[in-house]
């Protein structure tokens, strides 16, 4: 099985360190335009070969480049053999570019693809050995996909640990909005209110939930204008939901804001 | 020196445990109205004794109950020969109940004070061994608290592993209002707008962010509640620069959605 990783940053590093660790991959190729990662990648071990476009005989190539560049990527190689899958966070704006690319058409061995998992770091030198161990990773094949490619590309996400689940791209990405754009752009909007002499009086409550406001801003700017609608509709929920409890603070309404909190509570709770 | 706390839930256990550990106290009482908590301090070697009041040889008194109960346990103790120091959220609303209670008056040897330290979760029994290691505590005594009070709290806190700092009890009220409550507030307001289904896909972000969600309800409504005022300034606060990143979006303003996110990710990174 020969393993091509276009774009060996943190995502990337991690899918060729987990695919070598777990034996899913016997050669690793990696493509990558940044020379300093791709140097880290090469020398760490992480790929066995740096390469400057996805060689023929790859089995599976694993497209770990910027969301906003997977489509691109995935019409180039519309016509490998291989099957081909990407880690982007969102998904229906890559299929929509890649079907505006091809005129309607959809590459037939093109598997979107999403593990939830990543990291507030970048680059290769901190990619986790293990990361994709018992996360979710979601696939939303359409309609025009080959089963083989899904199913190569399910076998191969198993094998490193994933439990792999499909979804429709607007589903997931309805999901993802509320999970995990709206929690960055919230902890994002939230480090804007703090100053920095304040923050010598915070705990592990303030660090937990400030952590994932260290991640890449370009990154998660491209992710928030790609999944926009749905961002700014659960911001609308969100807005929502804060009135209420402001409401119940400013009226001392002890009966609401309680009921509030422990609702709130309990769900987490679950987790 | 024997220490009394008042309250062995999860923060008064942890100041038993702590000052055992590192020898700030030889005797340690407890003073808890719960029965449960009581039997699991005593059968934990937390507290050496449960006891009714507060004995009139205790050199240290922790009051450790929640926050709306501290005034009236530091009113019922002015006379009595030990320091006196809370461990509460919020500090100006417990100040000016004393005051209110005593004519204006304040006990000479209370010691208003916070450890920036704490668990979402509840009971001795979660009471972690060494909680205030490294961690800042925050002293406000009043114009009219004794010196050697002060320093009694001081060296014990110290002794602790707590770096402590003085402050004005308003100005600890304004801090922890951004610190610790706007973001628990937030993580409750954002727990409320995902549904349970939707939490299958999420990752070690959302876990991080809404761990304070889990913290226990009726406690952190009191805190809200007393730091009302310095809490609702913060949210204005907070929700201006959510409406500046929203602005961002809607307006496709790359230059500034990225600007606002680099100063959030780097005031972040820098903790």
Redesign the interface.
Known sequence: MKLAVVGTGLIGGAVARAARARGAADAIYGVEPNSEHAAMALEGGVVDEIVDSVPADADLIALCCPSDRVAEWAVALADHAGAVFDVGSVKAPIVGEVRSAMNGQFPARFVPSHP???S?KTGPAHAPLDLFSD??V?LTPEPDTELDAVEAVRTFWKRLGGQVIQLDAHE?DR??A???H???????????????N?????????????????????M??RI??MN?TA??D??S??EA??A???KA??D?D?SL??A??????S?????
């Open positions: 939830i998992a990543g507030e996360r979710a979601v997931h999901i993802l509320v999970t995990s709206l929690p960055h752009y919230l902890a994002y909007a939230f480090m804007l209110q703090v100053s920095e304040d923050i010598s009086l915070s705990g592990g409550g303030f660090s937990d939930f400030t952590r994932i406001a260290a991640a890449n801003p370009e998660w700017w928030f204008k926009r961002l700014l659960e911001l929920g969100f939901n804060m209420q409890l402001k603070l400013e001392d002890d804001g309680m509030l909190l422990r609702k709130a509570a769900k987490r709770s679950k987790l």
